[in-house]
């Protein structure tokens, strides 16, 4: 399975604790995205093989090429469970988170914590690399830890020193989280300072907003948020790539897919009721830009059963007249 075919321009689904698993990853797959990641998992729970984790990392033919994201900051214990992982599930390739915001990871000296470190980052990423080889090893970065201290382009040319093959920056530090607005100047900086493909991320919402950011001389484009709420996204988006008309869903066509999202997450879990407390997050994620969202919201908040959200849909579908035009998303 090719790793990123020469002259390629893929389209990423970012990694996204609690939102990319299997299903997910093979809707966006469905719509135009190239190259999925699972989300993100600790090296503990690869040494652990549970039942938890296996869900995390499992994933489908039809997935590929896809890889499966670590964190950690113990080099020997990153590297086993990267070798452990190869043999668990043969993914394409293996990510290194060294950008989650999250607190519950950076205070286990994990994700973007390593930002403040790059010594030991690079012991990390060396460690992967060789405990991987032959197969390729990626990164995903953010530009810094906070606005006084961005070393996007130090960090990057450390890995790739380090025998990183590929290195996606969110342009974004630490301490904005997800806040104002992605600096793809220095995604842009980081992209002319390596050789090694650099995948920019952050604010892709649309197809004219994809293309210009190509002008910064990235190998590719990496989109999140935007999937959640938007699946379509990657159609969106290939088709400005290509240069021909993009045609919107319908809401028929978006209820359509969330019904089917629902259901197989159901089938899944062997629990309903389970299943959909679980997806009620990633009901309110779809409604946006939806007509009438906010009562819709409020009914989805509580909805317990395939049955519930039939209804829901249903009455929805009924009180927007079809000539009703939707909100661009």
């Not at 190998?219 to 021909?244: D, H, Y």
């Not at 909805?303 to 519930?308: A, P």
Request: hydrophobic share 45%; glycine share 8%; proline share 6%.
């Amino acid at each position: 399975m090719v790793f990123m075919e020469k002259g390629s321009l893929p389209i990423f689904l970012a990694p996204m604790a609690g939102v990319t698993d299997s299903i997910f990853r093979t809707i966006c797959k469905e719509k135009g995205a190239d190259i999925l990641t699972t989300e993100f998992v600790s090296a503990d729970g690869i040494m652990h093989r549970n039942a938890r984790t296996r869900g995390y990392v499992e994933f489908t033919s039809m997935e590929r090429p896809m890889g499966v994201q670590l964190f950690g900051a113990d080099p020997d214990r990153l590297a086993e469970a990267a070798r452990q992982v190869i043999d668990w599930v043969n993914p394409d390739f293996i990510d290194i988170n060294f950008g989650c915001p999250a607190t519950k990871v950076v205070c286990r000296n994990g994700g973007s914590s390593l930002l403040r470190d790059c010594p030991l980052l690079e012991r990390v990423a060396e460690a992967v690399v060789r405990a991987c080889a032959p197969l390729p090893v990626t990164a995903k970065i953010r530009i810094g830890w906070d606005d006084n201290s961005i070393n996007a382009v130090q960090t990057a040319r450390l890995l790739e020193e380090s025998g990183i093959q590929r290195i996606a920056v969110h342009g974004r530090t630490k301490a904005q989280g997800y806040s104002g607005e992605a600096n793809w100047e220095v995604i842009a900086s980081v992209a002319s300072a390596v050789t090694v493909p650099v995948i920019g991320n952050g604010d892709i919402a649309d197809g004219a907003t994809a293309l210009s950011r190509l002008r910064t001389g990235v190998s590719g484009l990496m989109i999140g948020r935007a999937a959640m709420t938007n699946p379509w996204i990657f159609t969106e988006v290939k088709a400005a790539l290509n240069g021909i008309p993009y045609a919107p869903p319908s809401l028929e066509m978006k209820w359509e897919l969330v019904r089917m999202h629902c259901a197989q997450e159901v089938a899944a879990k062997e629990s309903e009721r389970f299943a959909m407390q679980g997806m009620r997050s990633r009901l309110m994620a779809y409604t946006r830009g939806m007509p009438a969202a906010r009562p819709l919201r409020a009914s989805l908040s509580m909805v317990g059963s395939l049955m519930e959200l039939d209804g829901i849909i249903e009455g929805h579908l009924r009180e927007i007249p079809e000539e009703t035009p939707l909100p661009m998303l």
